[in-house]
Every structure is written in C-alpha cells, then in structure tokens.
C-alpha cells in the first residue's frame, strides 16, 4: 500500500493514492466486506464493548449515570482488593487448584494415550475411546448433581467409606475435600476427551522406528520410552506451556455450583469471588477491577507462555 | 515381520488390559448407578448402603414424579428452541466469518483476523459483559442465550481452516462465470464442508444444550428456563440449601433421592443415545482444531 509520511511534500498525493487504494480493494473485494458486517458487529457488540465498559474498574459506576457519567475512583478498587482479606485467599486457592490439575490432570490423558496406543486389539481400544469420550458432553450440571449425591452423608461415597471403616460426612462441607473432590472429575470427565490429541501425534510417530528397535531387543517399556514418548514431546510441551499460561485461571461454573459458605476457604478462587461480588452482591466497579486484574495477569502469563513455546521449538499459537 | 513374544509382553499387555477395563468401570459405573438408583423402590433405596448391582425393585414412580413436575417440560421445550435458533444462528453466522477470513488478498483482512483472535486471549471480564447485556434490553429474553454466544472463536478458526483447505481451483471456474462470494460460498464451498459443518453443528448443539450460566443471570422469568437450569433448582439449590443448614437434603422426603437419579437420567438420556452415533465426528472435530492449535 501507499505510505503516509507527514512533512513529506508530496502527502496529498500519497493521500490520494492510499484512498484510492483501499476503495478500489474495497471494490474488488466488496462481498466479503459484506459478509464480515455482521460477523465484526458481534464481535464489537458482545467483546469489544465489554473490553471499553471495564473502566468502570476505575471508576464509581453508578447504573443510574452510566459509565461516561460516573466518577473516576482511579486504582482505589484495585487498592482495597490487594489490601483485603480475601485477595490472599482467592489467589491461592486459584493456584492451588490449577497446581493439582497440573500435577495429577495434566500426565492422565498422555499416560491415557501411551496405554491405548499399546493395546493390541483395535476393537477393544475403541470401546475405551468411546467410553472414555463420553464424560466431557455429561452437561456440568449433572456432573456437580451426581458429585453433591454420592458425596452427601447418605450418599454412595459415604456408605463405601463405612464399609471401610470410616465415618459418615458431608464431603462437600468439608473445606479439606474440595480440591480433591474438584480435580479428581475434572480428569474423570476431561482424560478421554484430553488424549485425542496425543493419539493424533502418535499417529505421526514412523512405525520403522519400532521395527528397528525390535531388531534392537527393545522390550515395551524401553520402546515407550526411548521412541513414544519422544515422539510427541513437541505436543507435551506445547500443551504444558499452555496449561502454564492458564495457571491463575479457574472457571467459575462447576466452583459456584459446587461451594458453599463452609469451603470458601479452600474453594473460592478469583472467578468466583468476581461472580459474588459483582452479581450477587451488586459490586460492580469493585468486582470488574478483580476481574481486569485476573485478566491482565493471564494475558501476559500467555503471552510468557507464548514467548517461551517459540523460543523452545518454533511451535507459537500465533 | 514375526517376532517372538516374550513373557514380558503379556505381563505388559495383561496389565494394560486391566487398567483399561478398571477405566472403563470407573467412567460408566456412576451412570450405571444413577440408571438403576432411578428405578429403584424409593424406600429401599434409602435403607440400601454400598453400590448398587441391580435396581432394588423395579418401579416408574420416580420418572412419574419427574414428569409430574411442570417446569421439566417447559425446560426442555425451551432448551429446544435454543438448541435449534441458537445452532442456526451460530452456523450462519460462523459460515460467513469463515468465509471471509479464508479469503486471500484483501486489505483488511490481517486486521481483522487479529481484532477477532485476540478476544480468544482478552475480555472485558464478566460485569462489564453483564452490563452490556443488560444495557441491549436483553434480559428476561430469549435472545440473552442466542446473541452473547453467537459466534465462538474456536470454532470460527476450525471452520476457517477446512475452508482455507478447498483447492482454489473449484471457485476459479465459477468466478469466471461471474459467481460472487455468496454464490461461491452457498455452491461450491458449504457443499464441500458436509463434514465440518456437521462437527459445527454438534460442538454448537452440545453447547446449547448443556448452557446455562446466561440463563442463570439473564432470566427471571423461569417460564423461559432452559432444562440446565430446571436441573439445577432440583440437583444443586435445593442440596447447597440443606447441606449450609447442616440438616441432609436426602433425609427429609423419602422419595427425594431416586426422583434426582431419574431427573438426571431424563435430562442425560438423549445425550447418551445420540453419542455413540455422533462420536466421530467430535474426534474428527478435534483434530482439525489440534492441527491449526
């Protein structure tokens, strides 16, 4: 395109030339700008403009005056949620979970993967595909409802815990049981639906190397390691370079419709304390400045994430 | 190639085996439970302890008190409306964006593949959302549940990259037959994308289907409540209630406990009979996003 450089003295020709331009792309191209209308209005509609309403984290946003018309508040919102009681709490409790999920969610689908790739009878290791599919489309609601029954004192889990020799109790009273209770069906539902895309890069692992390693007297294990798991490491590591970037990021659908009062202590992460104080508590200035805080945070954690990605094997998500 | 199998493949194998039959126990067995616990006797079921191998007894009287229950239906009448107007919108809407950006060669097109890539990465946050919402006159209203997700940008970008795919031949023929973009969009590219566009209409359908956070905050009026939300007075609210009382939900009405197992079951079966059945193309789904991602 046609360069615009003030001072320069032929810039109204280069003006010119520039408009000339784009309205002759505009012509060329006029059913495609059509089409992207309707498509660039959602998106000004439903995320740009939220993006330009959350100023009102820095403001006094009274609904009544709208957000132009109320008072700025400057960093004093950000100021009490960093000096507050809760920011400790929400902070850690955000790691934390994303910490367990790391540590014991993020290996499930790969070890997932490593074992179907080794079963032998290809029927048999589509019955556990499909099997194990199936909990990622169980609607979470139905997910958080069996998990509040089976964990309830009269519940299924309880009556297993008697047999056993403990006692009875509400699990999901107990601030302790949270985390464990959270993350151990977060990988029930989500292993199977997870080792799609390591089976997809297995499948680009080069069958001579097997055969060659055989002749070699590689038994399974040193098959698995020294050729699989090599094999999809570019995927590994991508994968846990993003699952990194999203290390202050927990959803807050299965956490509010599994918390209560008595485990906000171990439960209550920054999405949720957002969804309280912003929707049921009606602070709206106070939880927006929460809520751009986290978002702030997790954008650079990704852009971190990123950065390292390209730096580690050239592989970016942009 | 015959090689000989050493005793330390069976082992291997024979483990292997076994953990994945335990997999497959400990992913349906809640399932399982739940279909039998729903056609249990509700009394025995409250004496009964430990898991259940059978129903105990073989009784309708839960699934009757579920349908006896109005909003179950209106529920899932609603959810209807939103799975069928929210999924047509969204692939319309989806097909064009698509379109557009795998286009080559016009001006703009950089800028705007970032001005919609980037909302994968930031937003506004949930109040400022909220507002905007609220702000459109969209609450107590239908459309809170089709506009706001209209699009979603993970799909957009799978759909972009199978129609970026199409060999530019086909369309060359036709433009110079004087075909524009619509023309070549309904002919020549939606009827190459059967497959794609099948996998759009089941990512956004499951979606639709299982949705219910807008809902939640967008509606009050509960004769527009889709199943999700139903669901959610029955399985969650009424338990949160009694668990924060400390007295047990299941302990006050006997009947309590088998008609949640048979709500689940009512609002899990039609997902569980059209899965087997649809299951392909999820995978299929996945793996065009994992070779863009």
Known sequence: MAELQIGNPGINQKITSAGKFLLKDFKKHK??????????????????????????????????????????????????????????????????????????GFPAPIILALLLNELRSRAFKRVVQ???????????????????????????????????????????????????????????????????????????????????????????????????????????IILLILRIG????????????????????TADVISSYVYRKGLLDFSYSYSSAVGLFNSVINFSLLLLANWISKRLNENSLW | MVVKRKIGDYVFDTINIILMCLLIIVTLYPFIYVTFASLSNPSAMIAHNGLLFAPL????????MVFKNPMILT????????????????????????????????????????????????????????????????????????????????????????????????????????????????????????PVIAVMILFYGVYHWNAWFNAMIFLRNRNLYPLQLVLREILIASSTDSMTT???????????????????????????FVYPFLQKYFVKGVMIGAIKG
């Open chain 2, 75 to 194: 529920g899932y009448a609603n959810t209807l409306v939103y799975v069928i107007a929210g999924t047509f919108i969204n692939l319309f809407l989806t097909t064009l964006g698509a379109y557009a950006l795998s286009r080559k060669g016009y001006y703009w097109k950089n800028f705007f593949m970032f001005v919609i890539v980037f909302t994968m990465f930031f937003g506004g946050g949930l109040i400022p959302f909220y507002l905007v919402v609220k702000t459109l006159g969209l609450t107590d209203n239908m459309l809170a549940l089709i506009l706001p997700p209209a699009i979603s940008t993970y799909n957009l970008i799978i759909m972009r990259t199978s129609f970026a795919a199409i060999p530019d031949s086909m369309e060359e023929s036709a433009k110079i037959d004087g075909a524009n973009d619509f023309i070549i969009l309904y002919k020549i590219i939606v009827p190459l994308s059967m």
């Open chain 1, 130 to 236: 499909t099997v194990s599919y199936l909990p990622h489309f169980i609607s979470i609601m139905v997910v958080c409802g069996m998990i509040i029954d089976f964990t309830a004192k009269r519940g299924v889990v309880n009556d297993l815990i008697e047999i056993l020799g403990g006692t009875r109790s509400s699990l999901l009273l107990k601030p302790e049981m949270f985390r464990l209770i959270y993350v151990s069906t977060d990988i029930w539902q989500g292993i199977g639906w997870g080792s799609i895309i390591y089976l997809a890069a297995l499948t680009g692992i080069d069958p001579q190397y097997y055969e060659a390693a055989v002749l070699d007297g590689a038994n399974r294990w040193k098959q698995i390691w020294h050729i699989t798991i090599p094999g999809i490491a570019p995927t590994i």
């Open chain 2, 246 to 272: 400390g007295v047990g939900g299941l302990d006050k009405e006997p009947v309590g406990e088998t008609v949640k197992y048979a709500t689940i079951m009512v609002a899990t079966l039609p997902i569980l």
């Open chain 1, 31 to 104: 059913y495609v700008y059509i089409m992207l209308i309707p498509v660039l209005a959602y998106y000004v509609t439903f995320h740009y403009w939220p993006m330009y309403g959350a100023q009102i984290a820095f403001k006094d946003f009274n609904p009544g005056k709208g957000i132009i018309g109320s008072p700025w508040a400057g960093f004093r919102h950000f100021e009490t949620f960093f000096s507050g009681v809760y920011f400790f709490r929400v902070v850690r409790n955000t790691i934390l979970i994303n910490l367990y999920g790391l540590i014991f």
């Open chain 2, 57 to 64: 007894g073989f009784e309708m009287v839960s699934y009757r």
């Open chain 1, 246 to 265: 999203q290390m202050m990021n927990v959803g807050f659908e299965k956490i509010i419709l599994l918390y209560n009062p008595n485990t906000y202590d």
